[in-house]
């Protein structure tokens, strides 16, 4: 049975670990969208060095564990772990959003960058009026899917004692023992986040194909 | 205003244009036929830079087009290009679709665009539907939309690729109304189109491409009539008998 003791003795810290899971998966994907359609962009721009560039990064942060990153930008940097952990999860996140968002693109077809640059807008102006407009219906139901994920992932700002829900955890089965209990608890602030996103994601996929 | 002098142009080892001459001269309307494959849309897309030159000069309103100096986004503010699908931005309304350009190239105001999208509009024969969304529109209709999306620019050139052949048989005439009248107005058009009744009526020379080359440049009447090249005539007795 499980012991809600610990649930109602440490709510405060659950909340607190809560409370800061939301706000680090939020700024992270904030950042890692901005972040994602740049190198997105710089993947397909009519110019080698920039699609390099942004081969490369994409290549590289994705076969790298989101684990390693976030202990390198932890201990490259003195940012604190919240911070650091952020930054990690944006690095790692934005490889995978890139990936979408050109996928995104590549699916408007090639005639509507064609029709605008042969009335004189710019690659730059044809990609924000026309491209990226048509793209971003394509992409936000993978994008749902990415912010689903970066929630799960930001458990791993505990192992740099970034505050979040996993890190409160960890502290409250330390003073508890009650390892397996508070892990349940745990995981059930996780499903309070995540099964409303994955929901969302589902309903906003129906509607955006119904809108086709 | 365009002055092809030996083009020529590869995809690979491919040669899709062989050594092309041709002027066109301000006010003419050219139009260009050949069977499938023979480099039309390549010729007419190389016009604005859509596609480069291998080698080769091509002048466009004196402008070098391969030249690296060349402002291109400047040179196609002064080409209108027409394509058979149309292409209109299926996100925004037809007065958007033609006011997007004037507003971002030209930098004019919100009304002053939009005055100047409505009188196109209204020349084109669809103002009342200015607020609808391509999806909206019948074939004929978008395509009529896509020419004042060209004209608002004031070019001084206008490209049609096949505008007419991704349309039903009855929205043909409605296009082609649109694009005598330009033509009748002295615009410079460069057409790709097999529509015989549309090159007589208003085209200045008949240009036949086969692959990749000019094989023959006439009066629209002696082409039709009398085409001096054994491939013109196979090709003209197909598309005449299909
Ligand atoms: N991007 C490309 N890469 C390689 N080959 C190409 C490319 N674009 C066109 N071609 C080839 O070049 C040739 C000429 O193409 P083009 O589109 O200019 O012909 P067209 O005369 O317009 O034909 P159609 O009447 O079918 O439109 C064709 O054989 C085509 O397969
Ligand atoms: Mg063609």
Excluded at chain 1, 190 to 206: D, H, Q, R
Excluded at chain 2, 133 to 153: D, E, N, Y
Excluded at chain 2, 163 to 170: N, R
Aim: charged content about 20%; glycine content about 8%.
């Amino acid at each position: 049975m499980l012991d809600f003791s610990i649930l109602t003795d440490y709510m405060d810290v659950f909340l607190e670990g809560f409370k800061i899971t939301i706000i680090a998966s939020f700024i992270a994907l904030i950042c890692s969208f901005i972040l994602g359609t740049l190198i997105a962009v710089m993947r397909i721009a009519p110019f080698k060095p920039l699609n390099w560039i942004g081969t490369v990064y994409v290549e590289f942060i994705r076969n790298i564990p989101v684990l390693v990153i976030v202990f390198f930008t932890y201990l490259a940097f003195d940012f604190g772990g919240m911070t650091a952990g952020i930054i990690g999860l944006t690095v790692y996140t934005a490889a995978f959003i890139a990936e979408a968002i050109r996928a995104g693109i590549m699916s408007v077809p090639r005639g509507q960058m064609e029709a605008a640059r042969s009335s004189g807008l710019t690659y730059g102006q044809a990609m924000k009026s026309v491209i990226l407009p048509q793209a971003i219906k394509i992409v936000i139901p993978p994008l749902g899917n990415q912010f689903i994920n970066l929630v799960k992932n930001s458990s791993l700002l505990a192992v740099v004692a970034g505050g979040d829900l996993m890190y409160q955890g960890d502290l409250i089965s330390a003073s508890t023992f009650s390892t397996f209990d508070t892990y349940i608890f745990v995981g059930l602030f996780y499903l309070i986040l995540t099964i409303p996103l994955s929901f969302g994601v589902g309903f906003l996929e129906k509607r955006l194909a119904r809108s086709n | 205003m365009i002055s092809f002098d030996k083009v020529n142009k590869f995809y690979g080892d491919f040669q899709v244009l062989k050594d092309i001459n041709l002027t066109i001269n301000k006010g003419e309307v050219v139009v260009v036929i050949g069977p499938s494959g023979s480099g039309k849309s390549t010729l007419l897309r190389c016009i604005n830079h859509l596609e480069k030159i291998t080698d080769g000069t091509l002048n466009v309103n004196g402008l070098s087009v391969a030249d690296k100096k060349t402002d291109i986004n400047k040179l196609r503010r002064n080409i209108g290009m027409v394509f058979q699908h149309f292409y209109l931005y299926p996100h925004k309304t037809v007065l958007e679709n033609i006011m997007l350009a004037p507003r971002k190239v030209l930098g004019q105001s919100e009304k002053e665009a939009k005055e100047l999208a409505m009188y196109y509009l209204d020349k084109v024969g669809i103002s009342d539907k200015a607020d609808a969304f391509p999806s909206q529109l019948s074939g004929g209709q978008q395509q009529r939309v896509a020419i004042a999306r060209g004209l608002v620019m004031k070019p001084e050139i206008m490209l049609f690729d096949e505008p007419t052949s991704a349309l039903d048989p009855e929205m043909i005439g409605e296009v082609l109304d649109v694009m005598k009248a330009l033509a009748k107005e002295g615009m410079t058009m460069v057409v790709v189109t097999h529509e015989m009744g549309f090159a007589k009526e208003v085209a200045d020379r008949i240009v036949f491409m086969d692959e990749g080359q000019i094989l023959e440049e006439a009066v629209p009447a002696e082409f039709y009539e009398n085409p001096r090249e054994e491939r013109a005539r196979m090709f003209l007795s197909r598309i005449l008998n299909h």
